[in-house]
């Protein structure tokens, strides 16, 4: 019989259908198997959307084969900007097309044969999903995580809408690439640097690759400095600046304020203002991309002076777009001498450039900042100490003197919540004239997303909804006066904060999830998805949770217990995209080689954590494959296990094992051909297998290759499915081979074969070799004795 997958794949899956192979009977462990969700875009799914799915959906059957019951949910992250952009260009509502893009990525990842629960399916624009979305932002804003901020944000000039910092490429906008400026408006703001600590230390615990630890840890980015007040000469003023480097202190020979800095008017002399006042906006209309790039620098001097607080120097105090508003406190010391930023500053501007650390303990001639550490020189009562020693002890001195504090910083903002935009989560908050912001009540909730005409941002920084009187005019749940419902909307980040939580129980409207299912199925065991997300989602994912915990919705701190980072599939070198046309379309491939083909060759391509150029030949030997294990089992005459065949089962289970706790998938591929190739040959040498091997060999493939495996299950005698078995366990004893046949010579000319265990001693070797050739050896005398376990006796003899 061939090998039909069509009919093969058909038949199973219509059999899975009516008696799924994931269900939950008495003794099973609960396992929680999640992909990143998807977002479901008109362009549909390729190969490489592919790869991620049939990795995790391959763990998965290998988790319910080892005695567990197996929570694989799909469902739709589908608020955001492609939606709404697509409403704007074909006026087609952002929920209609949104619903056929999930049909058909439904039917699409149909194709996958994935044993996904559908019954749990979560979509974030279902009223019933983000009901609960605007519940964590209620709980947040009584706990006051949640404030309302005027601050200065990215700003697209040509779309008249305020972005998302990952919305800002290379400081151009994502929609339509005009240089994104800066402009202040009222937001929305998560604290989450209330928890950079503990997103800080809570990431040793976790089963990550390393790389996205550190990307986490970077981001959050803590340091240590010390905040210092500095007076401004002929002013009442303060100004504080943080510096990471107090040991260089006595070197400060200038400050410079971010223009945004609230105090730079206050500080310019008449004389400077006109000048200032120009510098300020031109800065307003720049990046912070552009104006941290390493360029030219540029300022305007206010006047003024400063005071440094150690040695009563004065110093003159400047602006300039290298010193960021929103990081710090927004102002800085200057020292040439130890930093490059302000070295070029000096020298672009003619100011002191005073040492205060060096290596050798004399001042040297600076053609450069010197930045590492040193010796103190120039620095009063701290010359001669180490520089690393001076970092701790100028900021305890300058406490003792009230004028700085040590601080430690974290790199890590507030998150700007709100977006202008039409096609996101409404805030559940009312504007009062007399009670002021207020929450809506949470049996009001969810506040659903009223139909608007026009999707277009409007441009004065308001969203679409802002437009639609009988929406936002309400009354207030406080006072029950006259109130105006919030227009601005969640940033696409909200739903997949959380959506982890819901599948569990994604119809539960008492709660978010019950504390039973919770209990059961959280937190996640295994997480797979892209490492683009190392940063930003799952960082407000663990910031969601730890949030979950301390109102006692959930009883850990951590959601993903391990992450799986799975490589990119690559065309011709690039990322394969609709936009670069380089995309391979399942739905040929699998028509003509069959889903199993196709899972498995997705990760037979490369080492699964690793980008992986894609190749439609490479199929081809895959599907030739699955063809030889066909004949394998399909031609063979079934016979008693021998020694070599226990031998071969017990090697393969430990190496297929092995390789999948390790995650080598693409390995496991390998070794599947390598042992297939095996047993042919001792089919072939002993008439036949015993279906005892075949059975371990198709209950291993099974979670690959679905189809084939159930198949060829009935043909080894197997009843039932076969992911009804328990994956196969070995016994390094029993791969121990017993003999093997050496070759006996005398001086180098075979006389002879034998058998011997490879383990035998040189001793019974030589003993054995002789007692077998004895007559071949009578009259001689042997002179040199030569053994190579597994391979040769040679008896040199004369
Ligand atoms: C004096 C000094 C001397 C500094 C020296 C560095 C070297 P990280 O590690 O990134 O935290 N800084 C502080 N606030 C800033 C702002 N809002 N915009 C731009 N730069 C700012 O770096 C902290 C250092 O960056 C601070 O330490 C400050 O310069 C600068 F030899 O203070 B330093
Ligand atoms: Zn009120």
């Not at 995790?56 to 608020?79: C, E, T």
């Not at 309400?474 to 939580?501: D, H």
């Not at 990760?603 to 954590?609: A, C, Q, W």
Request: glycine content about 6%; charged content about 30%; some cysteine.
């Amino acid at each position: 019989m061939q090998y039909n997958h069509k009919e093969i794949e058909q038949k199973w899956r219509k059999h899975w259908e009516e008696h799924p192979v994931n269900v939950e009977t008495e003794g099973k462990k609960p396992y929680y198997c999640l992909d990143m969700f998807p977002y479901p875009s008109g362009n549909g799914l390729h190969v490489g959307h592919w790869r991620g799915y049939v990795l995790s959906d391959v763990w998965s059957r290998y988790k319910i084969l080892q005695n567990h019951y197996v929570l694989h949910p799909m469902g739709w992250d589908a608020f955001g900007l492609p939606a709404e952009n697509y409403a704007i260009q074909k006026k087609v509502h952002p929920a209609i097309a949104t619903a056929e893009n999930v049909a058909n990525f439904k039917r699409q990842l149909h194709d996958i044969s994935a044993v996904y629960d559908w019954d749990k399916e979560v979509n974030t624009t279902d009223p019933e999903f983000y009901k609960w979305t605007q519940w964590i932002f209620l709980k947040m804003f009584e706990n006051g995580l949640a404030y309302e901020k005027e601050m200065p944000i990215n700003w697209c000039p040509s779309c008249k809408t305020g972005l998302a910092n990952e919305e800002v490429k290379e400081g151009c906008c994502d929609r339509c690439g005009s240089t994104v400026t800066k402009k202040n408006l009222r937001q929305w703001m998560l604290k989450i640097t209330n928890y950079a600590e503990r997103l800080l230390n809570d990431l040793d615990g976790l089963d990550w690759p390393e790389k996205v630890k550190k990307m986490q840890a970077d981001w959050i980015g803590k340091s240590y400095g010390a905040e210092i007040d500095f007076e401004i000469e002929g002013t009442d003023e303060k100004i504080k600046v943080f510096t990471t480097r107090p040991d260089t202190l006595y070197g400060a020979s200038f400050m410079v304020m971010a223009p945004e800095h609230a105090k730079v008017m206050v500080l310019t002399t008449e004389s400077q203002k006109a000048e200032v006042e120009k510098y300020v906006f031109d800065a307003s209309t720049k990046s912070s991309v552009d104006r941290m790039a390493d360029k030219e620098k540029t300022g305007v001097f206010l006047g003024r002076y400063a005071i440094n607080p150690l040695n009563g120097a004065k110093i003159p105090v400047w602006i300039s777009d290298y010193v960021l508003a929103d990081y710090g406190t927004g102002a800085i010391m200057c020292v040439p001498a130890h930093d490059d930023r302000d070295f070029a500053f000096a020298k672009k501007f003619d100011l002191p450039i005073i040492q205060v650390i060096s290596k050798s303990g004399e001042e040297e001639e600076l053609t450069e900042a010197y930045t590492e550490a040193g010796v103190m020189i120039n620095s009063g009562d701290f010359n001669g100490m180490p520089s690393e020693e001076a970092k701790k002890a100028i900021p305890e001195f300058l406490e003792t003197q009230n004028i700085g504090k040590k601080t430690t910083n974290y790199k890590l903002r507030d998150w700007v919540f709100s977006r202008q935009r039409y096609w996101g989560e409404p805030i559940p908050v009312v504007h009062c004239d007399c009670c002021g912001i207020v929450g809506v009540k949470e049996e009001d909730l969810p506040i659903r997303l009223p139909d608007v005409e026009s999707y277009e941002p409007t441009g004065t920084g308001e969203s679409p909804l802002a437009a639609i009187d009988e929406w936002v005019n309400t009354t207030c749940p406080k006072c029950g006066g006259p109130a105006k419902r919030e227009t601005n909307t969640m940033p696409q980040w909200a739903g997949s904060s959380w959506y982890f939580l819901r599948y569990p129980n994604p119809h539960n409207d008492e709660e978010l999830i019950s504390k039973e299912d919770m209990k059961k199925w959280l937190p996640v065991d295994m997480y797979v998805g892209g490492i683009e997300h190392a940063v930003l989602h799952l960082l407000y994912a663990r910031f969601y949770t730890k949030f979950l915990f301390d109102i006692g919705v959930v009883d850990f701190e951590e959601p993903f217990k391990r992450l799986f980072n799975q490589g990119m599939v690559t065309k011709a070198g690039a990322k394969m995209s609709k936009s670069k046309g380089n995309v391979v379309s399942p739905d040929e491939l699998v028509e003509k080689y069959g889903c199993d083909s196709l899972r498995m060759y997705e990760l037979f391509i490369g080492p699964p954590e690793l980008d992986s150029e894609w190749d439609d030949r490479g199929i081809e030997g895959v599907y030739r494959f699955l063809n030889k294990v066909w004949k394998l089992v399909d031609e063979n005459t079934a016979v008693a296990e021998t020694k070599d065949m226990e031998r071969i089962r017990h090697k393969l289970i430990r190496d297929i094992t092995v390789r999948m706790e390790n995650f080598n998938l693409n390995t496991v591929v390998s070794g599947f051909m390598q042992y297939t190739n095996e047993l042919l040959d001792l089919q072939k040498k002993q008439g036949g297998l015993a279906n005892e091997t075949l059975k371990a060999l198709v209950i291993l493939l099974a979670p690959f290759v679905p189809h084939i495996s159930e198949e060829l299950w009935a043909k080894v005698g197997g009843s039932g499915s076969v992911f009804e078995n328990t994956w196969p366990t070995y016994d390094e004893e029993k791969m121990k081979e017993d003999e093997v046949e050496i070759v006996v010579q005398i001086t180098g000319k075979i006389a002879a074969r034998m058998m011997i265990s490879p383990e035998a001693s040189q001793e019974e070797a030589i003993k054995k070799a002789k007692e077998l050739i004895a007559d071949k050896l009578a009259g001689k005398t042997v002179v040199k004795e030569i053994y190579v376990p597994g391979r040769i006796v040679n008896l040199v003899a004369k």
